[in-house]
């Protein structure tokens, strides 16, 4: 019988030769993150299990990033719960405020995914690592209790949409404006409880950072995951960063799709997605004006150094427009670091932006960078939900780096490939 | 099992971020939680509501985020049953293993409005719109998942049955 890579990767965590779609399987896991929202439900839940150690203290990770550094008395207990979880139950991969990072971009940077592992994260953009070829999803608190006490969790084997993808991307256009593309195609539940599979020779084009931001947003579109083949680009951003040698699934080659979308990476404009919802894509030629006045830069779906690096060279010797405010964060320490000896956030500090510490903070209307009523942002998080980002009168304009960059200059929605001196 | 309540309607892709706001997430208590239920899309909702009520809604109910405070603040808020056309992924796994009893069925979402009286019967997935009299009838939940809802959630339903 034919599987299609999230189907095998499933299969072999099942101790099963083969699953069909529908299935109900119990499938081992290789690793269970929770972050600061969600592990306090967890290990209230784990609390009722009466066992006295976590399946593998190895393989559950715990992120403070939410609403770190604590932003009020409430958010500080939650944290301070959680690191003493960590500590009683001497939990390895605890990451604490300075050493942490917005927990998506923190673990592959970390080396904690590999190819074909099973990961769940009381986190809905959990599904990001399937750009390493994992098959990972986001699940709630309850979830990640079960999975702390036993290691396991049932999974009903998804179906599958194929996204067969050939060419390469133009000059400004980035895995941001090919997610919010597809997501305007199929809808935000155009995905719902399936896979989702990108193929195709277009793919090797593809950034491992693209690769990430494409699998980040997956659940945006109701998926259960995202996953990439495991190509040359994601073993060598693995050989660096991982430990464990990467175990590699292929699909079979008349694995089933319910249905395989063509995609010409090449046709891919900027694109922007409009209020209130992800699938509402417009390419940036039919956005119009827009006045804006916030910009975000950051997030775990696009606070990357490459993400940065095309935000830095956009604003470099360039101030941005009055009435905006910018808000640059990197999503790890390391990229922090990193953007700051590359002299990047020397170019942001100068363009007028402010540099935040890792934090998911602004993304979900948490703190650093919360919206008034009638205020619009761009952004290049994941979200633009009624209320995502502040007040339930607010607005979110999602958009790649280059977009939001171009953008904060400019005071309204705007197109990097008509800034002059590119 | 049954729920019979009110209904409270709403559209399509009701999402996590209206159902709890984020910046009520600083706890994980659920009577804090519920008392902010539905605030960014009804604010009426928890004013309103009486236990036994039910929400009723279109298609993709809890998109969004895997906040399993979502579900709980539903459920804490007296909601007898979600009913829709459908569930987004993570909330209808998170409503299982909390024990909040979710039906999909697109048919009965079209045919209930606001304030009619609904009764939900688990073990058969017999919708009845008492207000209409019309009657429709979901997938009902296999024996074990009923069992992990009226067990009141994913870890008593472990602890009792299987870790027993």
Known sequence: ?422 | MNARGKAFRYGDNVDTDVIIPARYLNTSVAAELAAHCMEDIDPQFIKQVKPGDLIVADKNFGCGSSREHAPLAIKTAGVSCVIAASFARIFYRNSINIGLPILECPEAAKGISSQDVVEVDFSTGVINNITTGKQWQAEPFPAFIQKMISSNGLVDYLRTEVLK
Not at chain 1, 158 to 165: E, I, V
Not at chain 1, 229 to 257: F, G, M, N, Q, T
Not at chain 1, 283 to 299: L, M, R, W, Y
């Open chain 1, 1 to 422: 019988m034919s599987m299609t890579m999230s189907q095998k990767i499933l299969a072999k965590h099942a101790k099963m030769g083969v699953v069909r779609p529908g299935q109900l399987v119990m499938a081992d896991l290789d690793l269970v993150l929770g972050n600061d929202i969600t592990a306090p439900v967890a290990i209230k839940e784990f609390a009722r299990f009466k066992v006295d150690k976590v399946f593998d203290k190895s393989k559950v990770v715990l992120v403070p990033d939410h609403f770190t550094p604590n932003k009020d008395i409430k958010a500080a207990e939650q944290c301070k719960r959680m690191r003493e979880f960590a500590s009683d139950y001497q939990i390895d991969n605890y990451f604490e405020v300075g050493r942490m990072g917005i927990e998506h971009a923190l673990l592959p940077e970390q080396g904690l995914v590999n190819a074909g592992d099973l990961i769940i994260g009381a986190d809905s953009h959990t599904c990001t690592y399937g750009a390493l070829g994992a098959f990972s999803t986001g699940t709630g608190s309850t979830d990640m209790a079960a999975a702390m006490a036993t290691g396991q969790l049932w999974f009903k084997v998804p179906q599958a949409l194929r996204f067969n993808l050939t060419g390469s991307l133009g000059a400004w256009v980035s895995g941001k404006d090919l997610i919010l593309h597809i997501i305007g195609l199929i809808g935000v539940d155009g995905a719902l409880y399936k896979s989702m599979e990108f193929t195709g020779d277009g793919v090797a084009s593809l950034s491992i950072d693209d690769r990430f931001t494409v699998c980040n947003m997956a659940i945006e579109a109701g998926a259960k995951n995202g996953i990439f083949p495991v190509d040359d680009v994601a073993k060598a951003y693995l050989a660096s960063h991982c430990k464990r040698e990467p175990v590699i699934y292929e699909p079979d080659a008349d694995a089933e799709y319910e249905q395989t979308y063509e995609i010409d990476l090449a046709s891919i404009r900027p694109t922007v997605a409009f209020p209130h919802l992800p699938e509402n894509a417009k390419t940036i030629d039919e956005v119009g004006d827009i006045a804006i006045d916030q910009v975000v830069i950051g997030s775990c779906t696009n606070g990357r150094l490459s993400d940065l690096r095309i935000a830095a060279h956009i604003l470099k010797g360039r101030t941005i427009a009055k009435g905006v405010r910018l808000i640059v964060f990197p999503a790890t320490q390391q990229i922090y670091l990193e953007a700051m000896e590359e002299g990047l956030l020397k170019i942001f500090v100068e363009a007028g932006a402010v540099v935040s510490t890792p934090t998911c903070g602004p993304c979900l209307g948490g703190h650093m960078g919360i919206l008034a009523a009638k205020e619009r942002a761009v952004s290049t998080t994941n979200r633009n939900f009624v209320g995502r980002m502040g007040h339930v009168e607010s607005e979110v304009y999602l958009a790649s780096p280059a977009v939001a960059a171009a953008s904060a200059l400019a005071g309204k929605i705007a197109n990097p490939e008509l800034l002059e001196d590119n």
